[in-house]
Every structure is written in structure tokens, then in C-alpha cells.
């Protein structure tokens, strides 16, 4: 083992901040999990057509153009997490999100407004993904310094396992929206109250933040730094290039899958032809055994490093997404879903969070957050938002429902040789 890089306090902070910290980046993703989870509605409300799959095709392009602009808010404000600290630039992101998740739900729709309705869409989307784009370095790098070296793999753990519960909660939602509505009235009002539920939730994730410590130590090179020109501020993630390349590579993987399981309601709606109320159940599904996998992967990697518990369960992954996505295709009954669709989400889960922790500790404080916001961006920007459009596409044009399987399996290929080629960074244990 190498010895990871740590700028970490002598003093870790305790686990209920930390806690807050991803609480708040949980919050964050439940509206991006919404949308998606929603956008056959949303895409009738906005994006009116006579052919329901350009409709839906529409709504997952403007899904996918908030993405657009998540390396630029990661250029923007992860270094400011490196030059003002962790927290301001924190509390910054969670107003953004704020900010766009009410615009969103209050937007009126197309026939009442007409074209400036899928403009106001597109707009919130914008302002959301360049929050999103600087929300992650920042929690991140807070995360890495709150936590004692021997359990940073499972304080980092909680980056993901609260996105999930964001998923669980906007699948919980979106089951009883399913439940209890028409088809009608999820297209009119439905998803806005799902959307409304996540905008409730700001006030108090921004005092929550607000009463954060600070991790980034006043010594630290750039704390009291003024703000470089952009050429400067990528230039000084230069030395760390292999590490930003493999992290990439990595991460596409992983965004490639998230994204496909996150998905899988719009999968089983639109391809599978299921009711809503089953294919919102996937999502619970989704969110319920991604916190246990998660956390437990973090667990796994602070015990036995963090390329085993990245790699074994990778290639168990890759050789299960053909059969389960066959079983999904073929099911007569939602254990046969349900059950196949568990086996994507735990590998997944355990092969994913290695990763995060893998880039973060091989980062300085001086520049992690930044990095970190800006090689997380570039992979989702380039693949997360358009995943769900390019699987649409594929599915269209090939008349397969296992085309999502082709892939994710050639993603998760790529993965795993970056997984391979990146040095071991778990902290060397001292007898």
C-alpha cells in the first residue's frame, strides 16, 4: 500500500457533522432523482407531442442539459471550497439547488404558457447543474478531513448512502403519488408535489450547514488565496493527472450504472410496459439495498483496502448485467424484477464507493475540493445526464430491451482497468 495523502485535522469532527454534511448532499440529489423518475409526465406537461417517445425523448434532453453545466459550476465553486473553505462554498450550492427545485415545480406548463414554459425549464435546469456541479468537491473534501484516516472509507460512504436515501425517499414519493393519483393527475400536478416535498426540505438543510465547523485549516496554501484565472486553477490539478484520468474513467463507469438503475422506472413504464406503481417500487428497491451495500462498502474498504473491495465486486457486476437484465425482460412476477434488479444495485453499491475514496485521498487539501468537483462533473456531465436519452435511443433503434446491457457492460469494462492501473491509497497501518 502507498500512504495515502491526508491534510486531515489531528481532531476528526464528529460523526453528527458529517452526518449533516451528506444529509444535505442527499437532499440535493432528490430532485435530479425526481426528474428523472418523473419524466414521462414532465416531458407531456413541457413537451407536448403526438408521439409519446419524442415527448419523453425531450424531457430526458433537458434532464440531461443540467448536466451540461456541471463543469462549470465544479470550475467555479469546487476551488472556491479550496480558497474560501468547505462551508461557505457548501451553503452556496444548497441555496442554488434550492433556488431551481421551486422554480422548477412552479413552472407553468406549455398549454398554459406555451414556449416560455420549456425555456423556464430549461433555465432551472442550468442554475441546478451548476450548483450540482460544485456541490460534490466540496462535501467531499470536507468528508476526507472530518474523518479519522482508519474510518475514512466509511465517512465517505455516506456521500453515496445519503444520495440513496434520496432515491428511496423519491421512490417512496413516487409509489404513493402512483398509488393514490391518475395518470392524469400525475401529469398535471403530481410530480410537482413530489419536487415541492424536496424544495420543503432546504430551509432546514441550509441551517443545518450553517452550523458546520470548518475543516480547511487557515495554513492551508490557498485559504486566503484570491481567486486565480480558470488556466491557473486547472493547471494546478496538472501534477495529478494519472490520478484525475484513472478517476475519470472510473467514475464513468459508475455514473454509467447509477444512471441506468436510476432508470429503471422510465425502463419499465416506457419498454416493459408496467404499471406506475410497480415500476416506482424499483426505485425503493433501488434506494433501500444501495444504503446497506454502500455503507458496508465502506466498511469492507477501511478493512481491506480499497482496490479488492473495488474490483471483486466490479466483475461480479459485469458478468450479472446480461442475466439480470434478461430476467427484468422476461418476469412474471416482481420477485423475478424486484430480485434482479437487487443483484445490480448491491454489486454496484460495494464496487462504487472505493472509488470516491480512492481520489479523494490521493488529493491535497490544497486543491481537493476543486479536483474533486471537476473530475466528478466531467464524468457525470459527459454520461449521467445523457444515459437515460442514449438508452432510449438504443431500446428505439434496436427493438431490444436488453440494450441497456450492452452498455453498461462496455462501461463497466473500461472501469475495471482503471480500477486495475490506480495504486492502492488506504492509509498503512502501523503495528
Given at each position: 500500500?502507498?500512504?495515502?495523502?491526508?491534510?486531515?485535522?489531528?481532531?476528526?469532527?464528529?460523526?453528527?457533522?458529517?452526518?449533516?454534511?451528506?444529509?444535505?448532499?442527499?437532499?440535493?440529489?432528490?430532485?435530479?432523482?425526481?426528474?428523472?423518475?418523473?419524466?414521462?409526465?414532465?416531458?407531456?406537461?413541457?413537451?407536448?407531442?403526438?408521439?409519446?417517445?419524442?415527448?419523453?425523448?425531450?424531457?430526458?434532453?433537458?434532464?440531461?442539459?443540467?448536466?451540461?453545466?456541471?463543469?462549470?459550476?465544479?470550475?467555479?465553486?469546487?476551488?472556491?471550497?479550496?480558497?474560501?473553505?468547505?462551508?461557505?462554498?457548501?451553503?452556496?450550492?444548497?441555496?442554488?439547488?434550492?433556488?431551481?427545485?421551486?422554480?422548477?415545480?412552479?413552472?407553468?406548463?406549455?398549454?398554459?404558457?406555451?414556449?416560455?414554459?420549456?425555456?423556464?425549464?430549461?433555465?432551472?435546469?442550468?442554475?441546478?447543474?451548476?450548483?450540482?456541479?460544485?456541490?460534490?468537491?466540496?462535501?467531499?473534501?470536507?468528508?476526507?478531513?472530518?474523518?479519522?484516516?482508519?474510518?475514512?472509507?466509511?465517512?465517505?460512504?455516506?456521500?453515496?448512502?445519503?444520495?440513496?436515501?434520496?432515491?428511496?425517499?423519491?421512490?417512496?414519493?413516487?409509489?404513493?403519488?402512483?398509488?393514490?393519483?391518475?395518470?392524469?393527475?400525475?401529469?398535471?400536478?403530481?410530480?410537482?408535489?413530489?419536487?415541492?416535498?424536496?424544495?420543503?426540505?432546504?430551509?432546514?438543510?441550509?441551517?443545518?450547514?450553517?452550523?458546520?465547523?470548518?475543516?480547511?485549516?487557515?495554513?492551508?496554501?490557498?485559504?486566503?488565496?484570491?481567486?486565480?484565472?480558470?488556466?491557473?486553477?486547472?493547471?494546478?490539478?496538472?501534477?495529478?493527472?494519472?490520478?484525475?484520468?484513472?478517476?475519470?474513467?472510473?467514475l464513468t463507469a459508475g455514473t454509467i450504472g447509477s444512471y441506468t438503475i436510476g432508470n429503471m422506472t422510465t425502463y419499465a413504464l416506457s419498454t416493459l410496459k408496467l404499471s406506475a406503481a410497480v415500476s416506482f417500487g424499483l426505485t425503493i428497491v433501488n434506494g433501500l439495498f444501495s444504503i446497506v451495500t454502500e455503507a458496508g462498502s465502506g466498511w469492507l474498504c477501511d478493512r481491506f483496502g480499497r482496490k479488492p473491495v473495488m474490483i471483486v465486486p466490479g466483475v461480479l457486476l459485469l458478468v450479472s448485467?446480461?442475466?439480470?437484465?434478461?430476467?427484468?425482460?422476461?418476469?412474471?412476477?416482481?420477485?423475478?424484477?424486484?430480485?434482479?434488479?437487487?443483484?445490480?444495485?448491491?454489486?454496484?453499491?460495494?464496487?462504487?464507493?472505493?472509488?470516491?475514496?480512492?481520489?479523494?485521498?490521493?488529493?491535497?487539501?490544497?486543491?481537493?475540493?476543486?479536483?474533486?468537483?471537476?473530475?466528478?462533473?466531467?464524468?457525470?456531465?459527459?454520461?449521467?445526464?445523457?444515459?437515460?436519452?442514449?438508452?432510449?435511443?438504443?431500446?428505439?433503434?434496436?427493438?431490444?430491451?436488453?440494450?441497456?446491457?450492452?452498455?453498461?457492460?462496455?462501461?463497466?469494462?473500461?472501469?475495471?482497468?482503471?480500477?486495475?492501473?490506480?495504486?492502492?491509497?488506504?492509509?498503512?497501518?502501523?503495528?
Amino acid at each position: 500500500m502507498v500512504q495515502a495523502t491526508s491534510d486531515t485535522p489531528r481532531r476528526s469532527i464528529p460523526l453528527r457533522f458529517v452526518a449533516a454534511v451528506f444529509l444535505g448532499n442527499g437532499l440535493a440529489f432528490y430532485d435530479f432523482l425526481t426528474f428523472s423518475y418523473f419524466s414521462v409526465y414532465i416531458g407531456r406537461t413541457f413537451f407536448p407531442s403526438h408521439d409519446p417517445w419524442l415527448s419523453l425523448l425531450a424531457s430526458q434532453a433537458t434532464f440531461w442539459i443540467g448536466f451540461v453545466m456541471r463543469p462549470v459550476g465544479a470550475v467555479v465553486l469546487g476551488p472556491m471550497g479550496d480558497r474560501k473553505g468547505r462551508k461557505p462554498a457548501m451553503l452556496l450550492t444548497f441555496f442554488l439547488l434550492g433556488v431551481a427545485i421551486l422554480g422548477m415545480a412552479l413552472t407553468p406548463s406549455y398549454a398554459a404558457i406555451g414556449p416560455a414554459a420549456p425555456v423556464l425549464v430549461i433555465l432551472f435546469r442550468l442554475v441546478q447543474g451548476f450548483a450540482l456541479g460544485g456541490e460534490v468537491g466540496p462535501t467531499t473534501a470536507y468528508m476526507a478531513e472530518a474523518a479519522p484516516p482508519e474510518r475514512r472509507g466509511f465517512y465517505l460512504s455516506l456521500q453515496y448512502a445519503t444520495q440513496d436515501c434520496a432515491t428511496l425517499l423519491a421512490g417512496l414519493v413516487g409509489v404513493a403519488l402512483a398509488s393514490g393519483l391518475s395518470d392524469a393527475q400525475l401529469e398535471h400536478w403530481g410530480w410537482r408535489v413530489a419536487l415541492l416535498i424536496g424544495a420543503s426540505i432546504v430551509p432546514f438543510g441550509l441551517w443545518m450547514r450553517s452550523r458546520l465547523p470548518e475543516t480547511l485549516a487557515p495554513s492551508a496554501p490557498q485559504a486566503e488565496a484570491p481567486r486565480a484565472p480558470l488556466r491557473e486553477r486547472l493547471g494546478s490539478i496538472r501534477p495529478y493527472g494519472r490520478v484525475i484520468v484513472l478517476g475519470i474513467l472510473m467514475l464513468t463507469a459508475g455514473t454509467i450504472g447509477s444512471y441506468t438503475i436510476g432508470n429503471m422506472t422510465t425502463y419499465a413504464l416506457s419498454t416493459l410496459k408496467l404499471s406506475a406503481a410497480v415500476s416506482f417500487g424499483l426505485t425503493i428497491v433501488n434506494g433501500l439495498f444501495s444504503i446497506v451495500t454502500e455503507a458496508g462498502s465502506g466498511w469492507l474498504c477501511d478493512r481491506f483496502g480499497r482496490k479488492p473491495v473495488m474490483i471483486v465486486p466490479g466483475v461480479l457486476l459485469l458478468v450479472s448485467i446480461f442475466p439480470c437484465f434478461w430476467v427484468m425482460s422476461h418476469a412474471h412476477n416482481l420477485w423475478q424484477l424486484y430480485g434482479a434488479e437487487t443483484v445490480l444495485v448491491a454489486f454496484a453499491g460495494v464496487s462504487s464507493v472505493p472509488v470516491i475514496v480512492a481520489i479523494t485521498e490521493q488529493l491535497p487539501a490544497r486543491v481537493r475540493s476543486g479536483a474533486v468537483a471537476i473530475v466528478y462533473a466531467l464524468a457525470i456531465s459527459l454520461f449521467g445526464g445523457s444515459t437515460s436519452s442514449v438508452i432510449t435511443l438504443l431500446i428505439r433503434f434496436t427493438g431490444s430491451p436488453l440494450a441497456p446491457a450492452w452498455y453498461w457492460s462496455i462501461a463497466m469494462v473500461v472501469g475495471l482497468v482503471a480500477m486495475v492501473l490506480i495504486p492502492e491509497s488506504a492509509p498503512v497501518k502501523r503495528k
